[in-house]
């Protein structure tokens, strides 16, 4: 059993920065692929970023690859996404998600998400 508590989201101006953490219970942290999702009013949950378990490989969606960076503290059982030049079509819930040593589209643990809300 994993938990996922995510932290970090907010109000920001276009153009600045925000840091997502989420901070995982359990003992095998270092075993999962960690993702972070997002969801905007009106649309499909997406995944923007992914890391492997061993944080030696990581994935970006097109829309946030070079403005986006998604890392890990396996010593902390922690992920982080920075997100900077943020864009109001970034604006949506975000998800911290865990799934057994291969990231899913379908995860098996979930956090409660996190609002980020990018003003023009």
């Known amino acids: 059993q994993v938990q996922l508590v995510e932290s970090g989201g907010g109000l920001v101006q276009a153009g600045g920065s925000l840091r997502l953490s989420c901070a995982a219970s359990?003992?095998?942290?270092?075993?999962?692929?960690m993702g972070w999702f997002r969801q905007a009013p009106g649309k499909e949950r997406e995944l923007v970023a992914f890391i492997t378990a061993s944080g030696g490989a990581t994935n970006y969606i097109a829309s946030v690859k070079g403005r986006f960076i998604i890392s890990r503290d396996n010593a902390k059982n922690t992920v982080y996404l920075q997100m900077n030049s943020l864009k109001p079509e970034d604006t949506a819930v975000y998800y911290c998600a865990a799934n057994w040593v291969i990231m899913s589209t379908t995860p098996t643990y979930w956090g409660q998400g996190t609002q980020v809300t990018v003003s023009s």
């Open positions: 359990g003992r095998t942290f270092s075993s999962y692929a």
